[in-house]
């Protein structure tokens, strides 16, 4: 995850960010194209640390800028906006268990307890090329991104999370109590 999240990080930084930075005028490379290729390079990094080793990653990613949200996604991270009272799922996770459930074989609640909900049919590092979603779209005047792992979203529920994120409460305290959730959530 480390590996994945820091490729990412700079190649964003060096493609989107320092070009934003030194000219006038949109990027030279597409953001689209330029969140495949960080992803990309994500994977190629995590599959060629160690190759003999079957290991990989989630990995989301959530670029702002000014309304547009331009978003990465490969795995079961989740992404979600909280905005006028509902909160919404921005990614789509990309586990056998959400593929049971969209060709109705599991029900949301059967998914909780299914025996192979941690199954993921994509992942970064785990092939020498990997799937990206790369969704875009406009953010309204107000609300609030999370991106969180399956700890969360996994033993909490999404009534819960929204529950804690309309608090009027500091951005920390909001993290805090999320994090308290997940934690009771896993030694339950």
């Known amino acids: ?17 320092m070009p ?12 689209q194209e330029a969140l495949l290729d960080a992803v990309q390079a994500a994977n190629t990094a995590v599959f060629e640390d160690e190759p003999d080793v079957d290991s990989g990653t989630t990995l989301t990613i959530a670029l702002v800028l000014g309304r ?3 978003m990465a996604h490969v795995g079961d991270s989740r992404l979600y906006l909280l905005a006028d009272g509902k909160l919404e799922q921005l990614s789509t996770d990309h586990s056998l268990v959400q593929r049971l459930q ?4 599991l029900t949301a609640e059967e998914a909780t307890m299914y025996r192979y909900r941690n199954v993921l049919l994509r992942a970064v590092g785990q092939g020498e090329e990997v799937e990206v979603d790369t969704p875009m779209r ?12 399956d700890g969360l979203c996994g033993f909490v529920s999404d009534e819960t999370i929204q529950e804690i994120m309309e608090k009027d409460i500091s951005l920390p305290q909001i993290v805090d109590e999320l ?10």
């Open 1 to 17: 995850s480390r590996i994945a999240s820091r490729v990412a990080a700079h190649y964003i930084i060096s493609k989107i960010y």
């Open 20 to 31: 934003l930075l030194q000219t006038v005028g949109p990027p030279q490379v597409p953001i």
């Open 68 to 70: 547009r949200l331009h």
């Open 102 to 105: 969209d060709v109705g074989s």
């Open 138 to 149: 406009l953010l309204p005047k107000k609300g609030k991104l999370l991106l969180c792992s």
């Open 179 to 188: 994090y308290e959730q997940a934690m009771a959530g896993h030694s339950n």
